[in-house]
């Protein structure tokens, strides 16, 4: 079982910035098996995808996140990180850590960290 564990989320002004990160347990060589990536939930709506990047360090970015948020992973680690740029209103939401693995097509996902954009 794969275990993932997100940091980094709270509260900023609009403009502010943040930087997420997400540790797994995921052991070995096995991490470049995993297409890593960062969803949000906001009240009242479905879970959306933010960015994603996998092992070659292809990274497809959401049209909402591209200029103002970054992810990059770190396979030493085993980690993947959010860097929350430029930030928004819109922007507050639970961000969910996400482990796809490209073989068993089977995703894991964090608990979730909050970010709040407000004055």
């Known amino acids: 079982q794969v275990q993932l564990v997100e940091s980094g989320g709270g509260l900023v002004q609009p403009g502010g910035s943040l930087r997420l990160s997400c540790v797994t347990s995921?052991?070995?060589?096995?991490?470049?098996?995993?297409?890593m990536g960062w969803y949000r939930q906001a009240p009242g709506k479905q879970r959306e995808l933010v960015a994603t990047i996998n092992n070659d360090g292809y990274i497809n970015y959401d049209d909402s996140a591209k200029g103002r948020f970054t992810i990059s992973r770190d396979n030493t680690k085993k980690s993947v990180y959010l860097q929350l740029d430029s930030l928004k209103p819109d922007d507050t939401a639970i961000y969910y850590c996400l482990a796809r693995n490209v073989i068993s097509r089977v995703n894991y996902w964090g608990q979730g960290t909050q970010v709040t954009v407000s004055s």
């Open positions: 995921i052991s070995g060589s096995r991490f470049s098996f995993y297409v």
